[in-house]
Nanobody, 122 residues
Framework: QVHLMESGGGLVQPGGSLGLSCAAS????????MAWYRQAPGKQRELVGS???????EYPDSVKGRFTISRDDAKGTVYLQMNSLKPEDTAVYYC????????????????WGRGIQVTVSS
């Protein structure tokens, strides 16, 4: 029905930048909040950025000033621009979104992408 697909991950040196994209596909009626999470080895999954349908954003202290989340509703895509990357940013990054889908009755359902690896290492 609905799928989220992340792209743009990879290996980057400390201090470098990466941009992640997540595109939603399927019979989408509307998308409410969208977010990025990450899970590092041995750590719990944590929120790294969220954005409401009106564009209100939130970030944890660990990434404030370095990460920027944005969205393009026409494309059904959410982005995460990551600057000044640190080794501690190494994790699998997951896209998340509340989506109403279907041709008839539907309610908002939370969806997750498969995750994409981001490695920050020299």
């Amino acid at each position: 029905q609905v799928h989220l697909m992340e792209s743009g991950g990879g290996l980057v040196q400390p201090g470098g930048s990466l941009g992640l994209s997540c595109a939603a596909s399927g019979s989408i009626v509307s998308i409410n909040a969208m977010a990025w999470y990450r899970q590092a080895p041995g750590k719990q999954r944590e929120l790294v950025g969220s954005i409401t349908s009106s564009g209100l954003t939130e970030y944890p202290d660990s990434v404030k000033g370095r990460f920027t989340i944005s969205r393009d509703d026409a494309k059904g895509t959410v982005y995460l621009q990551m600057n000044s990357l640190k080794p501690e940013d190494t994790a699998v990054y997951y896209c998340n979104a509340d989506i109403c889908a279907g041709n008839g009755y539907c309610t908002y359902t939370n969806y997750w992408g498969r995750g994409i690896q981001v490695t920050v290492s020299s």
